[in-house]
């Protein structure tokens, strides 16, 4: 239900945009979560409801954007300013109902991309 993509090899300082492409319903919320090698998966951001409202890792703010195309059912992730730090397989993910928080949880999403891998060379 989720295909994503986008990812690849870039310099730091450069920039990427992953696209995820959502079928088989509308999502309330739709989210970019990270897990570098040896780390845990980590939230880095999420728009939600009608308004779009956006959240972002205080690590990607200023440097990453979520935004989100209703009309294709596709969520998107710029991110520009690249670091090595920001080196990780990119998850998409969705959940289909409400949700009032601003802190955002892997259990708290439906469905989940099968990732795509960003490499930042220094």
């Known amino acids: 239900q989720l295909q994503a993509s986008g990812g690849g090899l870039v310099q730091a300082g450069g920039s990427l945009r992953l696209s995820c492409a959502a079928s088989?319903?509308?999502?309330?919320?739709m989210g970019w979560f990270r897990q570098a090698p040896g780390k845990e998966r980590e939230f880095v951001a999420a728009?939600?409801?009608?308004?779009?409202?956006?959240y972002h890792v205080d690590s990607v703010k200023g440097r990453f954007t979520i935004s989100r195309d209703g009309a294709k059912n596709t969520a998107y992730l710029q991110m520009n300013s690249l670091e090595p730090g920001d080196t990780a397989v990119y998850y998409c993910?969705?959940?289909?109902?409400?949700?009032?928080?601003?802190?955002?949880?892997?259990?708290?999403?439906?469905?989940w991309g099968q990732g795509t891998q960003v490499t930042v060379s220094s």
């Open positions: 993910a969705v959940r289909k109902g409400f949700y009032i928080g601003s802190n955002f949880y892997a259990h708290e999403f439906d469905y």
């Open positions: 088989g319903g509308t999502f309330y919320v």
């Open positions: 728009i939600k409801g009608s308004t779009n409202w956006s």
